[in-house]
């Protein structure tokens, strides 16, 4: 799992857009997604749904996985592999309290995308790279409204696990656009963006380009 000296630059930190908790109109949610995937670079979208019961996540999952794919944008759904796999998810992300990497992926099959929530254990995110992750997300970074929060990691764990670790890494929690380019430049391959996206003063189209400008340096 170390780098080797030859292991190439990673490329540019991409934009990881994660749906607000609760999406009163799903018709009206799917044309901001569109507008907001046009506006810039986006790598994934997580449909993040909390609280809703099983018929809301998959009729959230069959409104904006269309959306997302028509712009090239990989959709994983959080906490629930067996709902994942049910609604064709190219992914899914567990947190600690969720099911295991192992089961995650023995329900999801060896092509789906997996990522692993690690709050600010280098420990943890080692275990879930090794076990076979295809990211870990370390956070919440900043204070966020979006979700209760406990670990405040600070930006030098994404430098080391840059510098160590071939595994891609997220950093989530409370990030806006005038905080994105510190996390990129500490290390951080994705950014993941919920309420700094959708309650954007200028919409979300200009949030993501906005994000994406800054990413860039």
């Known amino acids: 799992m170390a780098k080797s000296p030859t292991v190439p630059a990673r490329p540019p930190c991409r934009l990881y857009l994660i749906t607000p908790p609760v999406i009163p109109d799903l018709d009206a949610f799917a044309n901001l997604l569109g507008q907001a995937l046009e506006a810039g670079d986006v790598a994934a979208l997580q449909i993040r749904l909390k609280p809703a019961d099983d018929a809301a996540v998959r009729a959230a999952v069959a409104a904006l996985a269309p959306v997302a794919r028509r712009h090239g944008v990989a959709v994983l759904l959080n906490d629930r592999p067996d709902l994942a796999k049910e609604t064709g998810c190219d992914g899914v992300h567990i947190g600690q309290q969720d099911a295991t990497l192992a089961e995650a992926r023995r329900i999801m099959g060896p092509d789906a995308m997996i990522g692993v929530t690690c709050h600010d254990d280098r420990e943890l995110a080692w275990d879930a790279a090794e076990g076979g992750a295809d990211y870990v997300a370390f956070g919440a970074f900043y204070p966020t409204d979006t979700k209760t929060t406990t670990h405040r990691p600070e930006l030098e764990l994404l430098t080391v696990w840059q510098e160590t670790v071939e595994a891609p890494c997220v950093a989530i929690g409370g990030i806006t656009v005038d905080t994105a380019q510190d996390l990129a430049r500490a290390g951080a391959d994705f950014i993941a963006v919920s ?23």
Do not use: H, I, T
Request: charged content about 15%; hydrophobic content about 50%.
């Open 195 to 217: 309420s700094g996206v959708w309650s954007y003063a200028q919409g979300p189209a200009a949030a993501v380009k906005a994000f994406n400008e800054r990413l860039k340096f």
